[in-house]
């Protein structure tokens, strides 16, 4: 079995689950443990990522600055990441000064059908000379046809591997196993793919898209991510070397790391909650949720039924203000 490469969100996606609060003490405590447990990727910023801080989606309590300022001088041996969308974060303001902060890994992130925006922003990082991962997001709206296409737009970009994004948690082991295997046997660059746990499916659905081919998985201490979390990293790696696939990362000192995140990150604890599973069923971002249910409270509605609605919209991240649209409407109407 080939090695796994895992890159590792939780100081990032993590920030969903606290609204963005996590300090540069929780930031440089996890960024030591997690380097010296041998993780290769340690992917820090915003939960929107790079430039992402703002009051739409959320104010975050430490800046992008700081913040990779304080991880680059924790990093001995792993790979500093960042996430970033075209939109939130531009070149010259954002990504320039990232990459002079010393960032060694920058994926740079779209909607599932639209690669197209990533061009420049990919183009730039390869001219830096450090690693462009493609990265779509909420890959369970578009079929497999659709999600090589735009993922071939990335490999001519100069991207190094693309990354799968299960950003609803919606995919079953069959649709992972389906899609992965389809889309390894057709693109020549590196697979990734990033499960969250609406349904219950997120080691099951890493286990299987590493058996369908993909090098690249991300996983998050404690499963510390938006909405129902992320694949649950500390597991993840035992689970994976039991299967014949080889990490690197000590797994005693990565079960230190996870209960280092238990007592100083998690003020909130990833859990699978009704909401997580309609989000799931409906295909809707994990990281909505809590705007869900503050807005519901707000407009004393049915959180699921906002979430059905938003589903059926078709809504993707960084269109948190369609929360409060649906929730307008649904009152207007008499809905509850």
């Not at 990522?49 to 975050?60: C, F, H, M, T």
């Not at 249910?293 to 979430?307: C, F, G, K, T, V």
């Amino acid at each position: 079995m080939p090695d796994i490469l895992i890159s590792d969100p939780t100081l990032r996606d993590g920030n969903h689950a606290v609204r963005h609060s996590l300090t540069l003490e929780h930031i440089a405590a996890y960024a030591q443990a997690a380097d010296k447990a041998g993780v290769p990727i340690v992917e820090v910023g915003h939960g929107n990522g790079l430039g992402a801080s703002s009051l739409q989606v959320g104010e975050a309590a430490v800046g992008d600055i700081p913040m990779l300022e304080t991880v680059r001088g924790c990093l001995k041996t792993s790979r500093l990441g960042i996430h970033c969308m075209p939109g939130f974060a531009t070149i010259k303001r954002d990504l320039k000064p990232a990459l002079d902060i010393g960032v060694d890994v920058v994926r740079v992130a779209s909607h599932c059908t639209e690669a197209d925006i990533t061009q420049r922003h990919i183009a730039f990082v390869r001219e830096y000379g450090r690693t462009a991962y493609g990265t779509l997001m909420m890959t369970h709206m578009a079929p497999k046809e659709t999600l090589l296409t735009e993922a071939r737009k990335m490999q001519d970009y100069g991207a190094s591997a693309v990354i799968f994004m299960d950003s609803a948690g919606a995919y079953l082991p069959s649709d992972v196993r389906e899609r992965m295997t389809f889309l390894v046997e057709n693109l020549d660059i590196a697979v990734g793919f990033h499960a969250h746990n609406n349904l219950g499916m997120a080691i099951a659905n890493s286990l299987v898209a590493a058996e369908s081919g993909v090098a690249i998985l991300d996983a998050t201490a404690r499963g510390f991510g938006a909405g129902a979390g992320n694949t649950q990293l500390e597991v993840l790696i035992p689970v994976l070397e039991k299967s014949g696939f080889h990490t690197g990362i000590d797994v005693y000192k990565m079960l230190d790391v996870a209960d280092l995140a238990d007592r100083e990150l998690l003020t909130v604890r990833p859990e699978i909650s009704s909401l997580s599973v309609v989000s799931g069923i409906h295909g809707v971002f994990s990281g909505f949720i809590k705007h869900v249910e503050r807005i519901a409270s707000q407009y004393s509605l049915d959180p699921r039924r906002i979430l059905a609605e938003l589903g059926r919209r078709k809504a993707v991240g960084g269109q948190e203000d369609l929360i409060v649209d649906v929730a307008t409407n649904m009152k207007k109407k008499g809905e509850s």
